[in-house]
């Protein structure tokens, strides 16, 4: 096995069946830790102590990531997808290839205007790849055909919970505008309020005072519990479906 | 195929037995189009600034949905349910033509007084209809049925959900009424703290302060995840049943 | 038949093997009703305004539950289990019948000193017995032993739960103590917070400040995901189980 | 039997095929009871009006868990284990019975300094060992199994949950940052809201004000209940599965 063929296992993610080589995983720590500094970056009094810093690693992640991008596109042609003549610039031109190409544009961008911040996290989606390695990608198959295979399911318990928001937002309108203007005051504020209970999330930074609005806020809230219960239920029988599927597929 | 026959494919809901029909699919845009304007509506500052457009798209949306009723009287004759002699009466008296006409009501009431308002949400319920359109009636016939095999089963834990709901608001009213008679003055009021907590929506108007006091709010928390497991769980467990049966009659 | 046989049909909730019998549905509304009053009645202005009201509706339920109490004692012996010569003081002394006569005393006890309001709420025991009543014994049966089957799994979840309450406790104490003593100045204190979190109730009412507690927090935040999934997990599993060997049992 | 093979069956928690020993249960009760005082001696006051109580205890404590560890090591080369000449060394250099010793120290160290708080948390690791003993062993396998055979699946939804933090919280940092500084002033900052949020908790003390960052916080809101929805999915269907599995082969 010479060089190549050795890099190609390395680098490509799809040329082992199983596991994720060394090199992607170090590419993985690198996605992460680009993210966490872009993250950590808009933090004003962090940017301005460890300036050099983020400047250093940024400089060097391009690097990085500079290096890794020719390796994949000088190995391109191996995988069977991008083989023939034209095979290294329909993989230049694939969308992950693209990807990885705007994953390289942050640090050129805030040399000239500063603000790149978009374009780095944009590497995030590199993880997509990432998570489609190896032994992920079975068990990504499975779930998104088990959510595929009920999303007639799905799409009808979501229509139920918009209708359902948009009901107790009118009644909590109804009810408790006259009280308190400022967040009852019409439907799309009540609606604030409405998701903020339906999803059980309750903030409280609006709350109905009047007692039938209470009443009301409160059915609205039993009400959530079933929308909550709902797509769980039909997810895990789907999931339920998938597993069994695979397991008799498999014995 | 006469006009006749194909406006009878292109606008009953039924006459399908896939897909949703390019008519059908304008008329659930143009109720969805409808509802959001009567929300935006109660917003004042906006309703004010754009009263005119807000006003032709009234009218706009009268004549559509005028047309349409027409056109669904027309051909409903064709569909086996209204043939006959009076199928076209029997049609227009159905539920579903009732609640068509109804929400062509919202524009010539609000000449009169201004005031239509419920009406104009009474359209979300021709949502209803289209949601029971084409691919969606098996997915509903399928949840439906799951839940109501098991309706029992689900009382019993709304049974369990209200009796836990009522012994955790009386519990509070004993020990936090002295100190906060506002919040805890009543099991009523009481009630309204105990819903946010089983529900885990949890607003933060109200709290227990004592120390009993937050010892049984953190009882009636814990006790909360079970309200949410049971039902889900139930669901979980009829879906799966449903879909199973589902494919083993399609095997 | 004679009326001894027709009382004891639709008197004794055993006695029908499907159904609700009208008197005990009867029983049940004013079960509910009579809680409600109970309930209503700790709202100080709403009993001063409507004490009449209260005192006549307590007297009118007191007598319509002694009457329903003398019909099931002379009912009593008709059911199998409570046949024979001391049938009907065994019937007097069973669980259940003690508890109906409980249901009696608060009006008798109001007469002498005006408090009977724990009493007045064990009233709502008497549901649990209608919630046994004909159709729902096969669904509270099978929810039962499907959550008894997997009681280990369950307690096993439950311990999780309270060692992730006292170690994120002990993790707030630990970094908020200093900052927000009222809040986190002791692992019992710290539990309150704990508690809304992990139950993603979220009050709100105390949350913590410092950039490392608030990490901490969230990485709590995302276990309560877990601590709710888990048991969610079990009894959808169990209850699925159940209702599978169920349908085959009736197949 | 002789008294070394009673004790043998009392104490070690591997010796009996069912239940726990009278002897661990007293012991498990101990734990708890150390733990709980380990927890109220934090609150200040509590701590300072009952000083010689909790020094009583922690000696008393201290005595019990001596003795027993000595049981254990005295009875140690009886579990086929720890047999042969070395066994008993083997014993005390495992992993349980060092926690065990380490559940000693915590009193000797307040002899000195006063300060052993965390190692007296750490007696909790030894209730571990008790949730493994008995009846529970089996449920701890079968629960252990089922979420590692689905781990991939497990850490998939955890990543979308990852990038759905990630990305919520960009929204409303570049949405909110302007209006509210401090509460979305940088990304970190915007996280803090973002896991309360997606995790359903909502404490409300930073949300959103615009109407545009309330938009994004609403589906934010929806999305976390596909966030609670997946992972409970999963671990319901791979209880599910788990539990089948179990009961053919009991079968």
Known sequence: MNI???????VDATARSNGISRFNRFICLLIIGAVLLAVLETEQPVAETYHQMFRAAEWLLFGIFLIEYCLRVYIAP??????????????????????DLIALLPLLLTVFDGTAFYL???RLLRILRVS???????????????????????????????MLLLVSSTFLYVL???????????IPRALWWSVATLT?????DVTPISAVGRFFAGITAVAGIGLVAMP????????????????????
Not at 4 to 10: G, Q, S, W
Not at 140 to 159: F, N, V
Not at 200 to 204: A, I, Q, S
Request: proline letters at 2%; aromatic letters at 14%.
């Open 4 to 10: 190549r063929e050795r890099l190609f296992l390395e």
């Open 78 to 99: 191996m995988n069977p997808l991008f083989s023939g003549k034209y095979g290294r610039l329909k993989y230049i031109f694939s969308v992950w290839s693209i990807i």
């Open 120 to 122: 780095r996290l944009a």
């Open 132 to 162: 489609k390695l190896g032994r992920f990608t079975k068990a990504w198959t499975l779930l998104w055909q088990a959510i595929a295979k009920r999303r007639y399911e799905l799409m009808l318990s979501g229509m139920a919970a918009l």
């Open 176 to 186: 408790e505008a006259a009280e308190q203007p400022e967040a009852f005051g019409s």
């Open 200 to 204: 059980t999330v309750g903030y409280g």
């Open 232 to 251: 769980t239920g039909i997810l895990a029988a789907a999931f339920s479906d998938a597993f069994q599927n695979q397991e008799s597929k498999e014995a």
